[in-house]
Nanobody, 123 residues
């Protein structure tokens, strides 16, 4: 069983930055793909970023150039650095782990999810 715990969400002004963290326990996540998704009320869960076991990264079009995903294998933690935040970035962010090496942008490929952390961007 893999347990994921997100932290780092909060309230920030537009143009500001936040760093989300996702701490994993129960498995060595460096062997798997990790992803960040976000979901607004009434909408599907949207791909934000992913990193695989060799450090390759992918980003959703809406965050490319503003967000950076990284990992610290020693801490079993993956991060999402979010810069130049916009009002439309406001929502709940989830981290997830894919143990079967599926498509990193597909939410259905992920096996375990965290509880989510709220990010609110104000004007």
């Amino acid at each position: 069983q893999v347990l994921l715990v997100e932290s780092g969400g909060g309230l920030v002004q537009a143009g500001g930055s936040l760093r989300l963290s996702c701490a994993a326990s129960g498995s060595t996540f460096s062997n798997y793909g990790m992803g960040w998704f976000r979901q607004a009320p009434g909408k599907e869960r949207e791909f934000v970023a992913a990193i695989n076991k060799i450090g390759l990264t992918l980003y959703g079009d809406s965050v490319k150039g503003r967000f950076t995903i990284s990992s610290d294998n020693a801490k079993n933690t993956v991060y999402l650095q979010m810069n130049s935040l916009k009002l439309e970035d406001t929502t709940v962010y989830y981290c997830a782990v894919d143990v079967h090496y599926g498509s990193p942008t597909n939410r259905l490929a992920y096996d375990y999810w965290g509880q989510g952390t709220q990010v609110t961007v104000s004007s």
